[in-house]
């Protein structure tokens, strides 16, 4: 009986109570994730805690906000105690934002400081506390822009020149014209505050298209700021390019498919092979041509009005509206987006302005090309040149002579396409011809804001 009598104390009180106390004193931490979007908190911030314990269960979240001597709780939680055989909460998330209306919060240096604490009877019931913090910055004040430049008259296919200021560093700015955005640069003027970014109005944009000025700061502060401008309308001719099938066969075998699913057949018909390539190649080699422009560098080095191949006649204009036709049958259209020039075959063809030559490469239709960066994001293409003469990397001045006439690429026969774009997208290379048009709309702002600082 007595034997019986020990064997329930073992099993029934002693074993119990001592796995009530090891759990009841366990003494593992909660566990704290945190995940912020940023560390600078601006007035859209929103960050995410979450908080886990495989004890005896969750007791306390506190979250806050603390800047200098001044603590702003943004959450604090407490749980249910689940008693001796309860069972308690041992994991929750949290999306915390942070109200500036609601709480005064001023900017500067802060810390986000999360505590947990359990319902072990650890530190005399206070429980296994875990403890995190994360070193912030408040900014909640959107950046100031001031437009320095006043007159914005741009033309469909044009170019222009916004000139603005920021006051403070780490901002990432530029012009935004409906959907497309041009970068601000420093490093025009003296002043590093003063930013100036080359705009464009695409051949197919309305007059409609909505510009103003874009500054973001670290913290994701927006401000748009608006200017006046004035898009002025243009219209552009349409041709028709009649494709004959020697064309097709001088040029076809030139171009080399990669072999996909959409290219199945496309290399047995020379008609075909001529419809993907001046759609889908097109497409694809203007935009690496584009993507050049991130090499450029924020220094001016034009200076005059840009230069056309001596000597030459113009055979097709930016922006004309190409019907091709073969056999007197639509087979596709394009916009061209630069001038052709003949002159004699392969004549030589000078820089049009000062610059680094950032690209002396093949591009597809466009055949053997140079592309020249005159900084600030403005760049001059030469295409369907026949031999190069320089490298990239090299610095050229205005007619240096950079390359021969051609008909590589599309070419049907010895020209040269010469284009301008500015960033993303092509411009009206008649424009940089025009001394006049340089002045009134280029030289005239950069100008008046170089005597304002002296």
């Not at 003027?189 to 109005?201: E, L, N, V």
């Not at 494709?243 to 047995?268: A, C, R, V, W, Y």
């Not at 200076?303 to 191949?309: D, T």
């Not at 053997?368 to 001045?397: A, E, M, P, Q, R």
């Amino acid at each position: 009986m007595r034997k019986f009598f020990f064997v329930f104390i073992i099993v029934f009180i002693i074993i119990p109570g001592g796995w009530f106390l090891v759990k009841s004193f366990e003494g593992q931490k909660p566990t704290i994730k945190i995940q912020l979007p940023s560390h600078y908190i601006n007035r859209a911030y929103e960050m995410s805690v979450f908080v886990s314990e495989r004890g005896k269960g969750l007791k306390n979240v506190r979250v806050s906000l603390l800047k200098q001597n001044t603590e702003v709780v943004l959450l604090s939680k407490t749980y249910t105690n689940p008693g001796i055989m309860g069972s308690g909460v041992f994991e929750d998330s949290f999306k915390i934002p942070i109200n500036f209306n609601n709480q005064k919060i001023s900017d500067g240096d802060a810390l986000i400081i999360v505590q947990v604490s359990d319902y072990s009877f650890r530190g005399w019931n206070k429980g296994n506390i875990s403890y995190l913090e994360e070193k912030v910055t408040i900014d909640s004040v959107p950046p100031k822009v001031e437009i320095l430049t006043r007159k914005h008259n741009i033309k469909r296919g044009g170019s222009g020149l916004v000139i603005y200021r920021l006051f403070e560093d780490g901002i990432q700015s530029g012009v935004m014209v409906d959907d497309n955005f041009f970068p601000g640069f420093s490093g025009m003027f003296s002043d590093k505050f003063i930013y100036a970014a080359f705009i464009g109005i695409a051949q197919n944009q309305g007059q409609g298209a909505k510009i103003a000025v874009i500054a973001r700061d670290s913290a994701g502060n927006q401000t748009r700021k608006g200017f006046h401008y004035y898009i002025g309308n243009k219209k552009f001719k349409t041709d028709i390019l009649n494709i004959s099938q020697n064309f097709l066969d001088g040029k076809m075998p030139n171009f080399t498919l990669e072999q996909d699913s959409g290219n199945n057949g496309i290399e047995q018909s020379y008609l075909k092979k001529f419809i993907y390539i001046n759609s889908k190649i097109r497409e694809k080699n203007s935009s690496e041509i584009l993507k050049r422009s991130l090499e450029t560098k924020n220094k001016l080095m034009w200076k005059g009005k840009f230069l056309r191949l001596q000597g030459s006649a113009r055979r097709a204009s930016f922006g004309d509206r190409r019907i091709y036709k073969y056999n007197g049958k639509e087979i596709g259209r394009a916009v061209h987006l630069g001038v052709d020039l003949a002159s004699v075959k392969k004549s030589k063809v000078p820089a049009a302005n000062s610059g680094i030559i950032i690209a002396t490469e093949d591009f597809g239709i466009f055949g053997n090309s140079v592309i020249i960066d005159h900084g600030f994001g403005l760049c001059t293409l030469y295409s369907h040149l026949s031999s190069f003469s320089v490298k990239k990397g090299d610095k050229v001045n205005r007619g240096d002579i950079i390359g021969r006439t051609g008909k590589t690429g599309l070419a049907g026969g010895d020209h040269l396409h010469f284009g301008v774009f500015v960033n993303n997208i092509f411009v009206d290379p008649v424009e940089w011809w025009d001394q006049k048009w340089i002045n009134n709309n280029i030289m005239s702002k950069i100008n008046r804001i170089r005597r304002q600082l002296k």
